[in-house]
């Protein structure tokens, strides 16, 4: 298969080597050419362009099997008094709704021609808004209060128009806080003692390691291979210049390919939720690192409702039974404690 990875850095470039030694071919876009390098040492063909300008895709190939959309933009506090992750500045707020709103829009417009036969956007579990503690899944309502995750929720919306109209089959992956290698807030907080937690610190924390977003990722394409009777990594060979025949040929293949997707088309875009198996509650969490590491829990602080930015003052249980049950996904790290050792 022909694979574009739009962002294609800390998800995109661990899951485009894992495609390209799987046999497929793999494009992925990143803003700043001085990625080229790190693209093309694992085998990705490198393009580059930013996806909030449309006049850079627009000099792109835009011929491909699978888009997997998994761009991110920094809510990091800088230059002011408040180290807070959960208060996004004006700023921050701008590159939420250019990089993803906008950015998803360019990516439709710019693939209309040629759609794909599969559009995989990796959104965020902050689209949920419960505040008591329950458990959510796919079906459960999503109306935060978050500025930030209501541009998400307003990028799935455009998605799941763009699905219902049978242009781009969309699958959705609300993904939980990723942690992993060079990565983890609450571990990088907690590690360099400037970790706090909220009143009694029974905030539920939602998490899910790096190599698992990847991992459930390629789930969902291993699903759309079962539904052809393949596997994935049934593809062609990369081992020799194709010639302009075969390139012709692996064209009208990848029509022929998407005809086959939409006369099997549902209108309900797939959505699954990538979290752990454990929904963890924050002094638990900070009690196990504080044993793991003997040192001193971290001090309490009084709960303030006003700090409502990427996941807001919410608290949920989210969880991951339709990933594991519909695509068979196994979790290589089912809690933070397993996960956790990847980061030493």
């Known amino acids: ?21 799987l046999g497929h071919e793999v494009l992925g876009i990143r803003r700043d050419s001085a990625a080229k390098k790190q ?35 920094s809510t990091e506090p800088t230059n002011r008094k408040s180290a807070s992750p959960l208060v996004p500045l004006p700023s921050s707020l701008s590159a939420y709704r250019s990089v993803y709103l906008q950015g998803t829009r360019n990516l439709l417009d710019w693939l209309s021609k040629r759609p794909p036969s599969r559009f995989v956007y990796t959104s965020s579990t902050s ?7 329950s ?7 999503t109306e935060p209060v978050a500025q930030t995750a209501k541009i998400l929720v307003a990028t799935e919306k455009l998605l799941l128009e763009a699905h219902q109209k049978n242009d781009f089959p969309a699958v959705i ?10 990565r983890g807030y609450w571990f990088k907080q907690f590690l360099s003692d400037k970790a706090v937690f909220e009143g009694q610190g029974d905030r539920i924390l939602n998490m899910i390691h790096r190599d698992d977003v990847v991992g459930a990722i390629l789930a969902v394409l291993q699903h759309l291979y079962w539904e052809t009777g393949k596997t994935l990594s049934a593809t062609l060979s ?3 210049p194709r010639t302009s025949s075969e390139q012709s040929t692996e064209s009208k293949n ?27 509650i924050q002094i638990e969490f900070f009690q196990w690192l504080a044993k793991k590491l003997s040192r001193p829990l971290p001090p309490s602080v009084p709960f303030d409702p006003t700090l409502a930015g990427k996941r ?7 969880s991951n039974k339709k990933l594991r049950q519909e695509l068979g996904y196994h979790l290589k790290f089912p809690t933070f404690r397993e996960g956790y050792e990847t980061l030493t």
């Open 1 to 21: 298969m022909r694979v574009l990875i739009v962002g294609c850095g800390y998800i995109g470039l661990p899951l485009g080597h894992e495609l390209v030694r």
């Open 39 to 73: 693209l093309s040492s694992v085998g990705i063909q490198p393009l580059i362009a930013d996806i909030t300008r449309p006049q850079e895709l627009a000099q792109l190939p835009s011929d491909f099997d699978w888009v997997i959309n998994c761009v991110s933009a």
């Open 127 to 133: 689209v949920y808004g419960q505040t008591d503690g």
């Open 135 to 141: 458990w959510v899944d796919e079906t459960s309502p």
């Open 173 to 182: 992956l609300r993904l939980a806080g990723i942690y992993g290698p060079g």
């Open 238 to 240: 990369l081992t020799s």
């Open 254 to 280: 990848r029509q022929s390919s998407r005809q086959s997707s939409r006369q099997s088309f549902d209108p309900r875009p797939p959505i699954y939720n990538v979290v752990d198996d454990e929904p963890v």
């Open 312 to 318: 807001g003052s919410t608290n949920k249980r989210v």
